[in-house]
């Protein structure tokens, strides 16, 4: 996993199995690319477990530690420490229902639309953003 500026979440080194898996080639010549296809279906099971492992541990440690990090004495700069933990919540969703996770737009709505999934998933989610956009710098807004 690769945090970097242009990927809200970052970057999975995990999106590159999905991007063979997902592309339409439009030119295949020598078979390359239908060779890497190949060896996307079935999701393999070992990258299953390891995006759990890894995306589950993370979502937890992110949630944990924004949770202590705002309180009505402190700031608000850690929106992007949930926006990531949010983001751990959906990779651990698409691997679960064996799917590959390329892109975080629209991800969210993606996963709530998936056999196994949280109930509620984008209610929650919306609760959760507007009980934080409540916060302006350790401050309740009234409105």
Known sequence: MNYQPGHPHGFSSAIWMGEAALCRPLLDPAGLLAELKAMTEPFPAPLREALIRRFQWEMLFRVENAETAVGPWRPDPYRRMRLQGLSCVVQVLFALN???????????????????TLTGLTERVSFVWRAIGGRTFGKVSTH
């Open 98 to 116: 064996r799917r590959y996770f390329v892109n975080e737009k629209g991800a969210l709505e993606e996963a709530a639309d998936f056999p196994i």
